[in-house]
C-alpha cells in the first residue's frame, strides 16, 4: 500500500490516492493532532517514560501546512506553521488517518 498522489485540497486537508485504487481526505486537524513524534505522543526507553506535556492548540500556525517531505519509501514528514517537523507518518498510519465516507463509517466513528 503506498500513496500514488498527496495533495493539500484546501486549507484544512490533504488528499491522499492510493495504489489500491483508495482515496479520500485527511483533515490537518486530525494529521497534526495525530503526531508520532516522541515529543507530543512520548516514548520509553531505557526503562524511563516520558510524557508529553499538554498539547496546546491555539498555537499559531499549529494546523498550517508548510510541506510535505518524502522519508523513504515508507513515510511523510509534514512541516507546520508553528515550526513542528519531526514527527514521520508511515504509509499504514497515514492510510489509517483517512476520513472519507467508508473509513469513518469502518471506525464506527
Known amino acids: ?3 500514488l498522489q498527496v495533495k493539500q485540497s484546501s486549507d484544512k486537508e490533504i488528499f491522499i490516492r ?4 483508495h482515496e479520500g481526505p485527511v483533515l490537518l486537524r ?3 493532532d495525530s503526531c508520532p513524534c ?6 520509553t526507553i531505557l526503562f524511563r517514560t516520558y510524557k508529553p506535556l499538554d498539547v496546546q492548540i491555539d498555537v499559531p500556525g499549529r494546523y498550517e501546512l508548510k510541506s510535505v517531505t518524502p522519508v ?3 513515510a511523510l514528514k ?4 508553528d515550526g513542528h517537523d ?3 507518518y508511515t504509509w499504514v ?8 465516507e467508508a473509513c469513518i463509517k469502518q471506525k464506527g466513528v
Do not use: H
Not at 38 to 43: D, N, V
Not at 93 to 100: F, S
Open 1 to 3: 500500500m503506498n500513496p
Open 18 to 21: 492510493w495504489d489500491d485504487g
Open 30 to 32: 486530525s494529521l497534526r
Open 38 to 43: 516522541a515529543g507530543c505522543k512520548g516514548e
Open 72 to 74: 523513504g519509501n515508507y
Open 78 to 81: 509534514f512541516t507546520w506553521g
Open 86 to 88: 519531526v514527527g514521520i
Open 93 to 100: 498510519q497515514l492510510r489509517g488517518l483517512c476520513e472519507c
